[in-house]
């Protein structure tokens, strides 16, 4: 659906173009009626009544659907909609047919589109904003972006979801009910070090490059060695892998990068749990979620805490060592039995040692 300003940036959050001034782009307002007919196809000529009506859709569906899906709202007499609105209408009523859009699936769907595609969509917008300020003649160098680039941008988003969209059905339909939510996964949480006293001493420019730096570097990672990122979290990421060796060799690099002067990776601790987690719109939950991220929190800078789950899976790998610690306490758990996971040595380091330091992994709390 494409209300009137729909790949603009509309969204409850998020500036829209009709705001160049307050975005701070007062010097492309002038482009704001043709890049906007670029991207809906055409100027609008239906109230949302209309588009309803056409698509045969009722009213207050149509409504909830463009609410949830954060787009400016509109009265009942603004001519703000296309025909592609009443497409868009049609399409859903379809999937509502076949129950794709089930009432119980519906809003967080929907919602999550809303939202993914509105920071997308100011991400592009002030992208090309800035490309056309670089050049004599902002504004028709901003309209012909809209008219070349964005057609490029919408084939290229639509390759990139078919890639993702074919590798979560890979890894969904390897598993033995692919119907339900559950599988098992190794679940990391990765949590930056002086996070607050770095950010302190950063301009906000510098701290935003600095997370993205950050956050490139381990979803980099991640993929290299077998895992994804779910989501990254202020100055945590969370990922995951299907193989818990995967994982673990994830969260050591990680660290070990974080201990190294040289490296620019920032010093990081870890935490690691493995089983049955529930998966639902792209993200994870369950207590092996909560586990792993209560590890991290107890963690040493430097150090891969583990749970149970995890020292099961990972006992017999020869590449690595696996010291039990002392039991914590952390918000819901009172008896937390966590690991340290270290590479195996390869050196003749005493036992004794090896213990002494493994215990000095979790801090006190």
Known sequence: MTAPTDLTGAADDV???????????????????????????????????EVAAR?????????TLWRLL???????DDVAFTPADVRALEETAT??????LSPDRQAALVRTWGRSYARLAEWQTRLLADLALDSEDPVDQLTDLAAEVLPLVESLQSYVWRRHLASAASRTLAVESPASPVRSAAVCFVDIVGYTARSKELGEAELVAWLETFEQACADLAVEHGGRVIKNIGDEVLLVADDP????????????????????????RAGLAHGDVVSRLGDVFGPVVNIASRLTSVARPGTVLIDRGAHEALADHPAYTLRQVRRTSVKGY????????????VDDRSEDGVE??????????
């Open 15 to 49: 500036p829209e173009l009709t705001d160049a001034a307050d975005a701070g782009f007062p010097e492309l307002a002038g482009a704001l009626e043709t890049v906007e007919e670029v991207l809906l196809g055409e100027a609008p000529t239906l109230t949302k009544s």
């Open 55 to 63: 698509a045969g859709v009722p009213l207050a569906l149509a409504e």
């Open 70 to 76: 954060g787009f400016a709202h509109a009265t009942d």
């Open 95 to 100: 999937l509502v047919g076949v129950g794709v």
């Open 245 to 268: 060796a995967d994982a673990a060799e994830i969260a050591l690099v990680m660290a070990a990068r974080g201990q190294d002067e040289d490296d620019p990776f920032p010093a990081v």
């Open 334 to 345: 009172a008896k937390l039995q966590p690991w340290v996971l270290r590479r195996a040595p």
């Open 356 to 365: 002494e330091d493994a215990d000095q992994a979790v801090s006190e709390s």
